[in-house]
């Protein structure tokens, strides 16, 4: 049976997902008709735009901007705060539909999600009328729009969902590849940063076909194991598998593709905050405690990085999972501009647990000694 994947991508998700929750509670009007903002701390100098409506981005309104200069461009535009446990419940209501369509649904970030239809689209007749589906049971029984796309392979899917938005499907097989994939610009295609590209574009590449077609040799030459990558990708194939997430059996994690370089640490603290409600709601729902939590930021130039750290004791807190993150990320960062974080756990188990060293029980027999000593003089 030929694979089927579909790429699942909502769109302007903390945007949709608040202005969906605003009119299920009779708060109209809708956010996404007018210039409205989804934006951090107005009176912080941190407060940046995290999301806008179409409306905004006509009036020149883009993602990461301070809230004071989207002020400047709408004197009247809308800002409304983040609300990322909204936003998890959202997402985990979306990946439960998904899960209608097929068994194998892996969740990519928040607000993404890849379903191999492999062996479930005929049950739909068509990867098209399937995809449709889906797309119009999201809209009417969730009250947000996504873009969904479809090929052989994830990273296709991936890039088909990219195309023409809001509330679309596209298809992005092998055979349609030098018509809809090879005219885009090189920093179209997935694992290509600015570096990568600015390289590219000096050696004449400045389309994604004109990488597909060069040399594969010169191409390892230049970038190493990563141009073997992008030529593989350029090709439309899938050399190295899109990460998603372990079997809940092993741990539970997300991740979030930016939609713009974070240079920021408030703003990224405040990604991770989102990221860290979203897994711990998954870790709570399983009814399981993790002891491991890890951080992956990758930058701007696809540059991965990681770091890891086994609990004292196990957990389903978000409180601490976050606490947790946000020291991991501080001795990660090194302040390149970044494009995706994540944040998993592992060793997951059904037990909670705490776990002490000697010096713990040393000072525990200390204090249990001073407290009897303190009964005995009273």
């Known amino acids: 049976m030929s694979a089927v994947y579909f790429h699942i991508d909502v769109n302007s998700a903390y945007l949709s997902w608040t202005a969906a929750k605003r009119l299920v509670d009779g708060n109209p009007p809708d956010i996404r008709r007018i210039p409205s903002v989804i934006g951090g701390d107005e009176s912080s100098r941190h407060g940046i735009v995290l999301a806008g409506s179409l409306p905004a981005k006509a009036l020149g309104i883009r993602t990461g901007e301070p809230l004071i200069v989207a002020r400047r461009r709408a004197p009247g535009l809308l800002i409304l705060p983040p609300d990322y446990g909204l936003y998890a419940q959202c997402s985990q209501a979306l990946m439960e539909l998904l899960s209608q369509f097929s068994p194998d649904v892996f969740q990519y970030s928040i607000d993404e999600a890849f379903i191999d239809m492999s062996r479930s689209v005929r049950l739909f007749g068509s990867p098209l009328t399937a995809a449709e589906t889906i797309r119009s049971r999201v809209r009417e029984e969730l009250g947000f729009t996504v873009n ?195 944040v998993s756990t592992g060793k997951a188990t059904q037990e909670h647990y705490e776990q002490y060293d000697l010096f713990d029980m040393q000072k525990n027999e200390k204090l249990s000694r001073l407290n009897v000593a303190g009964d005995a003089i009273r």
């Open 148 to 342: 969904i796309g479809i090929s052989s392979n994830r990273l296709l899917a991936k890039t088909a969902s990219d195309f023409e938005k809001p509330d679309k499907v596209h298809t992005l097989f092998p055979s349609e590849m030098e018509e809809k994939f090879w005219p885009l610009p090189i920093e179209d295609l997935f694992f290509v940063g600015k570096s990568t590209a600015l390289r590219l574009r000096s050696l004449g590449i400045t389309t994604i076909g004109q990488l597909a077609k060069s040399d594969h040799a010169m191409i390892l030459s230049v970038f190493k194991s990563h141009g073997d990558t992008i030529w593989n990708y350029a090709n439309g194939i899938e050399s190295t598998p899109l990460s998603h997430n372990d079997a809940a059996s092993k741990g539970f994690g997300n991740s979030l593709t930016l939609q713009y370089d974070v240079t920021d640490t408030a703003v990224a603290k405040h990604v991770l905050l989102s990221l860290c409600e979203t897994v711990g709601a998954r870790i709570r729902a399983a009814g399981a405690y993790v002891s491991v939590v890890q951080v992956q930021i990758v930058d701007n130039d696809f540059r991965h990085t990681s770091r890891q750290v086994t609990l004292a004791s196990s957990t389903n807190v978000t409180e601490k999972l976050y606490t947790c993150a946000c020291e991991l990320f501080d001795e990660l960062w090194d302040h390149r501009p970044i494009r995706l974080l994540g």
